[in-house]
């Protein structure tokens, strides 16, 4: 079937979209008797997109079948502004053969389950798409070599759990350095946390953890996310680089966002490599996101007055006023330190952005 109607007009691809509809201005044919309307894109089959590269998106289709395959495909004009990203079930039409030399085309996404964002720095209000529908985050973190920095870790639990996300945690390279006390910094989160070490990788654990999920593991660039994807896929071939003895910087191996199949004795999990990032942004966080994660004490904070930061200065605050009447569990009064900074993290980004 053309993807063009009688009169070479889009406007039908439109009805194929959901909450990716960018219909900006009134449709002029709305008026058209909609028996005439061809039904938009019966034949797109859905795919999931492992890759994007230049423009091209590589899609697996008839997954889990005898017919799975990849086919390469681009977007349909009508979705250049839309991200297409990593993750996404995308709608194909066209050739889908996946065979050499072929091109298929996507005109439309399935609603995401969750879109994991960031902005270039804080009062960057501009949103990078990184992954979408994934539904863990492995943090991944270097004992040494580069320098841990909980801030860092700080901000990637702030977007995951912003978006949804469940997030674990991995210190590895702790062959080059303890990481206890480092780790004392998160010991108030619901935060499952591996150690791995270049001749002690926690496969066997981490594997476990990604059965039934979609886990994107992100990090800063030659903390050894490559090196790890490579052992829980070893089909995956991740190129590893290394780290500046002098800089103590990444080489920013990875350059690209790439989804793999976790093949593991008790079943099946995708795992996307990204690649490391300098800074990780927060300007687009609703902080009332990063409350809700910490589901007792957002019920104790629904006595708290509007607007409330839930800091260490703030007045009135239901949840410091319970601390200082020893009614919070020593667990308890932990996560709200953690809570705590996780807030500040965001405070410290709304005193950086001019006017709000
Ligand atoms: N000593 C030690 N080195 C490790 C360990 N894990 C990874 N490395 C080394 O760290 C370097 C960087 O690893 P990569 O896997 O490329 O790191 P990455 O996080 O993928 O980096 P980018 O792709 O640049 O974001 C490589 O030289 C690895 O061999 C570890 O547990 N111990
Ligand atoms: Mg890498």
């Known amino acids: 079937m053309s993807w063009l109607d009688d009169t070479g007009d889009l406007d039908d691809e439109f009805e194929d979209f959901d909450e990716s509809s960018i219909r900006a201005r009134p449709n002029p044919k709305a008026n058209r008797p909609r028996t005439k309307r061809r039904p938009a894109h019966d034949d797109a089959v859905i795919g999931r997109v492992l890759g994007v590269d230049r423009g091209r998106y590589t899609v697996l289709i008839d997954e889990d079948t005898d017919d799975e395959r990849t086919v390469s495909v681009t977007r349909a004009r009508e979705l250049r502004r839309n991200p297409i990203v990593t993750g996404d079930l995308a709608r194909v039409v066209g050739d889908v053969s996946g065979d050499e ?48 920095r909980a801030r860092l870790v700080d901000r990637y639990l702030v977007a995951a759990l912003d978006a949804g996300i469940r997030p674990l945690l991995v210190v590895t390279k702790t062959d080059l350095a303890d990481p206890t006390q480092f780790l004392s910094h998160f ?57 500046n003895q002098v800089t103590g910087r990444g080489r920013h191996t990875s350059s690209s966002t790439v989804s793999l199949r976790y093949q593991g004795a008790e079943g099946n999990g995708w795992v996307i490599d990204t690649p490391g990032v300098r800074s990780f942004g927060l300007g687009h966080v609703d902080p009332a996101n990063i409350l809700a994660a910490f589901t007792e004490l ?43 900074r996780l807030l500040q993290t965001f405070a410290d980004k709304a005193e950086q952005t001019p006017g709000r």
């Open 298 to 340: 957002a019920e104790i904070a629904e006595d708290c007055p509007r607007g409330c930061t839930h800091l260490a200065d703030a007045p009135d605050c239901a949840l410091i006023e319970a601390a200082e009447r020893g009614e919070l569990s020593e667990t308890a009064l932990a996560r709200l330190d953690s809570l705590q």
């Open 101 to 148: 030399g072929t091109l298929g085309r996507i005109v439309g996404i399935v609603e995401r389950t969750s879109l994991l964002r960031r902005s270039a720095d804080d009062t960057d209000q501009v949103e990078r798409v990184i992954v979408a529908n994934a539904d863990q985050m492995l943090v991944v973190v270097a004992a040494a070599d580069p320098e841990p």
């Open 187 to 243: 010991d108030g989160l619901d935060l499952r946390v591996f150690t791995s070490a270049r001749d002690e990788m926690p496969t066997e654990e981490i594997g476990a953890a990604l059965v039934g999920h979609t886990t994107v593991f992100v990090g800063h660039s030659g903390v050894g996310k490559s090196t790890l994807v490579n052992e829980l896929v070893p089909t995956a071939l991740r190129a590893t680089g290394h780290v």
